[in-house]
């Protein structure tokens, strides 16, 4: 496709999602979010302002107008609708797509996963009685960074997981298929690489998203911030060593100068980081050296002295 056709796919894809979102906003709403992103004010008709009105102004926006207010709808619309918010923190946001048979399983990966500061939307856990799940789940679909869904059979006919993955593939998440019972992923998830879980204990499926995280470029900031978090607050050593095996796995170049502080920083103010020992080298249990020394080895940046 020429850049010509991609630039005009991407303004009408824009154009559509901001007229779809606008649509649910009360007009008082509406009319506050044009003003500020410098659109003509538009009437409205009792609370609601019209749909071709709404793609009428949209359409004399300019294009970076537009994929910038597409963006601020995507991830604002439980703020804007006055929804609990499904994700709170920094780090990185999943979405779990998976069968209710299996949720004890799922759960597990979550709890392991979570342990790293890691966010994770479970439907059937994270939902209260009283809440209105659709709008819920609609929420934790804007704003989660990628969606993880737990192929097996049954999974094609489930109407929510099809439209969770749907809805993914859509807002251009990425997705990872993780599949088992001799199932394979089908449709558009079907051109995404996926792996084979089938035996695996929660540990591994855990180790296997984390892995797939730190590999997509758009997922690998949210990652890193969430293990710095997990190091800040490390309960122990083991904790820490973990969290440096997984940090190995990633170039150091990815580290922004504020996670490089943050790390120096938690080696002085939390005493399971700093008077930790790991392993010198990848793959070896031996020479261990302290986590300062580490540090400043994996990034050439050495912690100052006072």
């Not at 496709?1 to 991407?10: E, I, L, P, T, V």
């Amino acid at each position: 496709m020429a850049a010509s056709d991609r630039d005009r796919a991407a303004r009408l894809a824009a154009i559509l999602e901001c007229t779809t979102r606008l649509d649910e906003l009360d007009a008082t709403v509406v009319e506050v979010i044009l003003t500020e992103y410098g659109m003509k004010s538009v009437a409205p008709v009792g609370r609601h302002i019209p749909r071709e009105s709404l793609i009428s102004v949209l359409h004399a926006a300019d294009t970076q107008t537009l994929l910038g207010l597409a963006e601020f709808l995507m991830h604002s619309r439980a703020l804007l609708l006055d929804e609990e918010l499904p994700f709170h923190g920094r780090g990185l946001r999943l979405f779990f797509s998976h069968l209710s048979r299996s949720h004890g399983f799922v759960e597990s990966v979550s709890t392991i996963l979570e342990d790293f500061r890691i966010e994770v939307l479970i439907a059937h856990r994270d939902i209260r009685p009283s809440h209105d799940w659709q709008a819920f789940l609609a929420s934790g679909l804007d704003q989660c960074d990628g969606l993880v869904a737990f192929v097996e059979a049954g999974f094609r006919e489930s109407e929510w997981c099809d439209q969770e993955v749907g809805w993914a593939l859509g807002r251009h998440r990425p997705i990872l298929s993780l599949f088992r019972e001799q199932t394979v992923p089908y449709g558009l998830a079907g051109r995404i690489q996926g792996q084979s879980y089938e035996g695996d204990t929660p540990s591994t499926v855990a180790a296997k998203i984390i892995s797939w995280a730190g590999e997509e470029d758009s997922l690998r900031s949210r990652l890193l911030e969430s293990l710095v978090q997990t190091l800040e607050t490390s309960p122990n050593f083991d904790t820490t060593r973990e969290v440096v095996k997984l940090l190995r796995e990633l170039p150091a170049t990815t580290l922004s100068t504020d996670l490089v502080d943050r790390l120096l920083a938690a080696a002085t103010s939390n005493p399971q980081v700093e008077k930790a020992v790991v392993p010198r080298r990848a793959g070896t249990r031996y020479p261990t050296v302290s986590f300062s020394t580490w540090l400043a080895e994996f990034t050439g940046r050495a912690r100052r002295t006072p």
